[in-house]
């Protein structure tokens, strides 16, 4: 079952990754790179390519033993997890509504913010190699929602672009933004320790 989930979220995540490229490059109507750029600007985006990133690594790693590489660490698992349900959650809960994709892009966007995050919850729940871990290192994954949000301020303040609307410094005000933001961390850090304290006890009945 494991396999066949890394296999699913691995090619859904690439063949899904290309298809938006291909799309944003083609209608935005903007250069190359500032398409790029836009499009891996979304935390959705970038979230969904560290799943993929990670299924592809455990497809193609033959060996477990290197337990010190990024995507081979027991605890890698569970903040991907963390990241892609706060993802579909925040996607269906404050931003579906305030668009209509259609085509192809309301087949990634469903994609990228219900098949992934459910697929990755249940490749979580039947990994029992990823349960428990080092919680100082989970906690260290933090660190990229801090590092993506540094990003997302400083280029917005440049070129005038903020992915979602909850983080846009020139409608909301930067107090608002870094509320926004800071509730958010909070969630993930809480979702951390449930998710560590539900791993460790599911792992004690394998």
């Known amino acids: 079952m494991k396999r066949v989930l890394l296999y699913l979220l691995a090619i859904t995540g690439w063949v899904t990754l290309l298809i938006r490229i291909y799309?944003?490059?083609?209608?935005?109507?903007?250069?190359?790179?500032?398409?790029?750029?836009?499009?891996?600007?979304?935390?959705?985006?970038?979230?969904?390519?560290?799943v993929t990133i990670y299924c592809t690594v455990h497809l193609l790693s033959s060996s477990q033993q290197s337990r010190s590489k990024l995507f081979l660490r027991p605890e890698t698992l569970t903040a991907l997890t963390v990241f892609i349900l706060i993802v579909g959650t925040v996607y269906h809960l404050l931003l579906k509504s305030l668009w209509n994709p259609e085509g192809l892009l309301m087949i990634t966007d469903e994609i990228y913010h219900t098949f992934v995050p459910l697929g990755t919850l249940a490749l979580w729940l039947v990994s029992a190699d990823n349960k428990g871990g080092n919680l100082k290192y989970l906690y260290s994954w933090i660190l990229y929602p801090v590092l993506y949000l540094v990003f997302v301020l400083i280029r917005g303040s440049v070129s005038g672009f903020y992915p979602y609307p909850f983080i846009n410094v020139a409608e909301l005000g930067l107090v608002t933004v870094m509320m926004n933001s800071f509730f958010l961390l909070i969630l993930m850090c809480l979702l951390f320790l449930l998710f560590g304290f539900v791993g460790k006890n599911i792992a004690r009945f394998r």
């Open 23 to 50: 799309l944003k490059i083609t209608t935005s109507g903007l250069p190359l790179t500032e398409s790029l750029m836009q499009l891996f600007s979304y935390f959705t985006v970038l979230t969904n390519l560290l």
